[in-house]
């Protein structure tokens, strides 16, 4: 039998918790969002992170800038904020203008503002096994889901595919800390197929629609689908869910699987920043 996981459903879930927690505080936290306004993807994902701080009673603010704005006026404006004790957590809309460099301007985010978690720092304290207030909101959700349908990772054959900063790598580390015996697998990798029928558990995060198909898994697997890509209008995930959903255990669906989890996650990082 397979059982879909419904991201949809715990994000709500976790947002009644949050509510809660927030209710009780002295004040509302607050979470600034920087975007530039070419970035059309990223507005809606910023539409959605506005939304679940309505639901929670968090304050946010949103920062436009022009897409031809300069890496300075960026910096300057991530240092005010790190700056505003109103502020509790900040995060940059992801992608920023090719103009700008990427690293230095998630790096000027203070460690103790960081929603999102990308900052070497918080990146670092999570791979050295110290836990900080902040990690990185897709992988730290994958996590919540997987326990939520008490999946047991210990000793799990553990197959992530893509290696970035944001997804990939920060799982990986994360399935290790649960004692999953942990493959990475990359643009590069030679005969995917043979690790993808060895794993019990497999993260696909690539970007390409329908990538993992039902002849590349096992029997009992269990699926997490981090691809969003847009094809004729309509979400799909790296997983070819009509093949592989009968061979799975337990799988996640796009639209309401991962993504769901990595706002409610984005939330509560900054409920936690701000305590
Ligand atoms: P990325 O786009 O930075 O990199 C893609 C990765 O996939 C690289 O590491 C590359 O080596 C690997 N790859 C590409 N083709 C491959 C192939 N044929 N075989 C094996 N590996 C291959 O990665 P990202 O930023 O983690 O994004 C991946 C996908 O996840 C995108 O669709 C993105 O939109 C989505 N995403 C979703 C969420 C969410 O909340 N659901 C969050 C972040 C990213």
Known sequence: MTTI???????????????SDVEKLDRKPTLAVILTKDNEAGAVYVR???????????NSMTIEFEPNVTENEMLSKIDELNNAPEVDAILVQLPVPNHLDTEKILNRISP?????????????????????ASIACTP????RLLDEYKIKLEGLNALVIGRSNIVGKPIAQLLLQRNATVTMAHSKTKN????????????VAIGKPKFLNGDMVKDGVVIIDVGISRV???????VDFDSVAPKASFITPVPKGVG???VAMLIQNTLELSK
């Open 192 to 203: 995917l197929s043979e690790y993808t029928k060895m794993a019990d558990l497999i993260v």
């Open 232 to 238: 004729d209008g309509k979400l799909s995930g790296d």
């Open 260 to 262: 769901p989890m990595t």
């Open 140 to 143: 730290k959700g994958i996590i």
């Open 48 to 58: 959605n992170k506005q939304r679940a701080c309505e639901k929670t009673g968090i």
């Open 5 to 19: 996981m419904d991201g949809k459903a715990l994000s709500e879930k976790i947002y009644e918790k949050i509510k």
């Open 112 to 132: 103790d503002k960081d929603a999102d978690g990308f900052h070497y720092v918080n990146a670092g304290k999570m791979f050295t096994g110290q836990m900080p």
